[in-house]
């Protein structure tokens, strides 16, 4: 069986409220809902983890590097621009991961368009909302049937 982590980072817990005219109003519950049951669909195993401390996000993936998980799904926010450590930890588990954003990063601030994570990444889907996690997905299903 597959195993898939989606990884939401801080702030992503107020989707549906938190400034819809950019991130959309659907919440996170549901974007987690969708995701396990495209995954359950295709025969694979997918657990959501959100936090807004980076120490948790941390440990989250190191602890991928133990517990199955084949593929990485992220979702930093605000950590994009910011967390070596987060990185770091993504860079020494060494599992294939794609970087997901909301909204499009290129078309908002200037500093939203650096990202700490993109160089690593497999990919990155930027700016097609909730439907990036679900295409996420579908990448992730097809990737691991190729190994």
């Known amino acids: 069986m597959k195993n898939i982590l989606v990884l939401h980072g ?63 799904i992220i979702n930093p926010a605000a950590f994009t621009h910011t967390s070596v450590a987060l990185r770091d930890a993504l860079a020494a588990v060494a599992l294939p991961f794609i970087e997901v954003h909301l909204s499009n990063v290129f078309a908002r601030e200037t500093f939203r368009k650096e990202s700490f994570f993109s160089d690593l990444a497999i990919g990155v889907i930027s700016g097609l909302g909730a439907s990036g996690y679900e295409f996420a997905v579908q990448f992730a299903l097809h990737h691991k049937n190729q190994a």
């Not at 519950?29 to 941390?58: H, M, P, W, Y």
């Open 10 to 72: 801080p702030n992503l817990n107020l989707l549906g409220s938190r400034e819809p005219d950019v991130y959309g109003r659907i919440t996170l519950n549901e974007i987690n809902e969708r995701l396990t049951k495209l995954a359950e669909k295709n025969g694979a195993s997918l657990f959501c983890f959100q936090s807004n401390a980076e120490d948790q996000l941390v440990e989250r993936v190191q602890q991928a590097c133990a517990d199955g998980t084949q593929f990485i």
